[in-house]
């Protein structure tokens, strides 16, 4: 199981052309990083517990800018170097998307 990364320049195509937003990608962290969301809460005040390690979930602009904000907390936090790499690449995608209106940070869980 492992999330991938990918941040687009506007709403991508679920079937179809997504290539056509897509600005850059983070792939080599998904295992790492599905680790380290597995213990948030889904029903907490975050939003990085909303992101489905088994499906794909799109944070926009406003949601990237709070899941930006968790995931520097929980890379500070972290004990494990693998989880902690994941999440400040994870980090690097939700800076841009924050602040680009229109943008979208695309989780494409396994």
């Known amino acids: ?33 599905a680790a380290a969301l597995s213990g948030l809460d889904r029903h907490g005040s975050g939003k990085l517990g909303w992101v489905d390690p088994y499906g ?6 406003q949601e990237a800018e709070v899941a930006r904000q968790e995931a520097a907390a929980l890379a500070e936090g972290c004990g494990d170097a693998r989880h ?9 995608l939700l800076d ?9 940070v695309w989780f494409l869980g396994d």
């Open 56 to 61: 794909d979930t799109l944070f926009n602009e």
């Open 84 to 92: 902690k790499a994941a999440l400040l690449d994870l980090a690097g």
């Open 1 to 33: 199981m492992g999330i991938e990364l990918e941040l687009h320049s506007a709403r991508p195509a679920r079937k179809g052309p997504a290539r056509d937003t897509f600005l850059r990608g983070s792939y080599e962290h998904g295992e790492a990083l």
């Open 96 to 104: 841009p998307c924050a602040a680009t209106p229109g943008s979208y």
